[in-house]
């Protein structure tokens, strides 16, 4: 009996061997069989088996970690799910502002053959950065700080697209010191301290329409040599700050650190009947604009409204603007009225609120042309003693006024064709605006500087080429931006 059930476990396992060598022989006679060992060859060399793929934690620590090189993983919530971000600073390369630029690459931690994005900005630190929503949509965002002091740090901030599957840098984020985020109120905090006493700025920031927008400023600051404390309150009104109150506390009594609080409701602006409330009962349309401007003087913040006469004054379609200024506190009858010839109608972003003459008092202008490319506005300047607004021609000849305050300049951009125009840059001089340079580019062969020169403009720099590379041209064009840079010979000397 033993004997039986030993042969027929020998025959079975003889037959299976047969089997399976007969199998073989068939699948290596058939041309279209492969075999294991090149089946796995003729898959997608980077697509690995899901049990086996590298999870983004393995591969973040894979990534070179030192003094000037770091990576971070971003959950975005989005449909990419995590992504790997790696960051090397660049100390060769320093910004206008910082000493050394830093460069993020973004990458797909399951295909690392290409980034996905390459980001750079400006730092004087590394090794400094967060994961947040700082928009509040729900998709994850990452900042990093550039800038950082005694007590206000600064932080660049790019924020998670998931339409266009990027990071968008968002510049207004670097102006906030000491950046933090209210959930609640989806407000993003900042705060610039000035002493020890409670004085200092601070900034509320909402999202509007994508647009990180400053709703509220509470500036306290000294005034009369310290001995008095101001707090100023400023609120975005018809598309700028402007002061919509302000209180004086003893410096010795710490009063405006209670009276602060109920300002950081941002749904409250003030006492029923105050600017605020005046504002709101504007009317603002086709034919009607309001603002206020926070002129900085004994009147303070005053009200400017602005009506469009209906009827044209010639065959070009002009039309007058009638502007009346008012205070406040008294709105029995405007403090001041004045008419000028428009070309543009009225609309709210037609209105300038600026210190354009840079002697700390707020005046303001309204665009009167408007074309392809230059732009021609109309400009009163606020005159504290007279206490009203003067009317300033020159500064209407200006096309694409800028108002450069840090450099107290003044510009001008005409554009000729699409490869160039005339830059003009302007000072003021015993109350008069002076032209004081003028750089006419072509980018296409030239570029010719004029300054001024005993009273008059002479030409102090004519450069032609036949082909020159963009870069080199702005890099050109940067130098004669600085009103200080008279050229290479200059420099030598």
């Not at 995590?82 to 206008?96: F, H, I, K, N, Q």
């Not at 042309?369 to 020159?394: K, S, T, V």
């Amino acid at each position: 009996m033993m004997c039986m059930i030993k042969f027929k476990m020998i025959f079975q396992s003889a037959l299976i061997t047969s089997l399976c060598l007969l199998l073989c022989a068939c699948r290596a006679d058939d041309p279209e069989t492969v075999t294991p060992e090149y089946a796995a060859q003729s898959e997608e060399p980077d697509m690995l088996p899901e049990e086996t793929a590298k999870k983004p934690e393995q591969v973040l620590l894979e990534q070179l970690v030192d003094d000037t090189h770091d990576a971070f993983l971003v959950d975005t919530g989005g449909e990419l799910g995590t992504l790997l971000v790696t960051a090397e600073l660049d100390e060769e390369t320093p910004t206008e502002d910082c000493r050394a630029t830093i460069q993020f690459t973004v990458w797909d931690p399951y295909s690392m053959d290409e980034p996905l994005q390459t980001l750079t900005a400006g730092t004087d630190i590394f090794l400094d950065w967060s994961i947040i929503d700082a928009n509040f949509d729900g998709y994850m965002d990452f900042a990093c700080t550039y800038l950082r002091g005694n007590q206000p740090y600064y932080d660049h901030l790019w924020i998670w697209n998931e339409y266009d599957k990027r990071f968008d840098s968002i510049p207004e984020y670097d102006k906030i010191s000491v950046p933090t985020l209210d959930e609640e109120t989806e407000t993003v905090y900042g705060f610039n301290r000035s002493s020890a006493g409670g004085t200092g700025e601070h900034s509320f920031y909402q999202w509007v329409e994508g647009k990180l927008l400053c709703m509220r400023r509470i500036d306290i600051y000294g005034i009369d040599q310290g001995d008095t404390i101001r707090m100023s309150i400023q609120d975005r009104v018809a598309g700028g700050l402007a002061e919509i109150y302000h209180e004086d506390f003893p410096s010795e009594s710490g009063g405006w650190l209670d009276a602060e609080m109920i300002w950081y409701n941002l749904d409250y602006h003030g006492e029923p009947g105050g600017i605020y409330d005046i504002f709101q009962q504007q009317p603002v349309d086709d034919i009607h604009d309001a603002f206020l401007v926070s002129t900085g003087g004994r009147l303070g913040t005053l009200l400017v409204t602005a009506e469009l006469a209906k009827e044209h004054k010639d065959e070009f379609g002009a039309r007058d603007i009638t502007f009346s200024v008012w205070n406040p506190v008294e709105m029995e009858q405007p403090i001041q009225t004045f008419s000028e010839e428009f070309m543009m109608g009225i609309a709210p972003e037609f209105h300038n609120v600026v210190d354009a003459d840079f002697d700390g008092f707020q005046d303001f202008g309204y665009l009167f042309h408007a074309g392809n490319q230059p732009n021609y506005w109309r400009y009163w300047l606020w005159d504290e003693e007279q206490a009203q607004f003067i009317y300033y021609a020159p500064l209407g000849s200006v096309s694409s006024p800028g108002f450069d305050a840090d450099r107290q300049i003044v510009t001008g951009w005409a554009r000729s064709w699409a490869a160039g125009g005339i830059h003009s840059f302007y000072r003021w001089m015993d109350g008069e605006l002076v032209l004081v340079r003028e750089i006419d580019i072509d980018f296409t062969k030239m570029i010719v500087v004029k300054d001024l020169m005993d009273g008059h403009m002479a030409e102090v720099c004519r450069e032609e080429w036949e082909e020159k590379d963009e870069g080199d041209v702005v890099d050109i064009l940067r130098k004669w931006y600085d009103l200080d840079y008279c050229g290479e010979q200059a420099e030598e000397n």
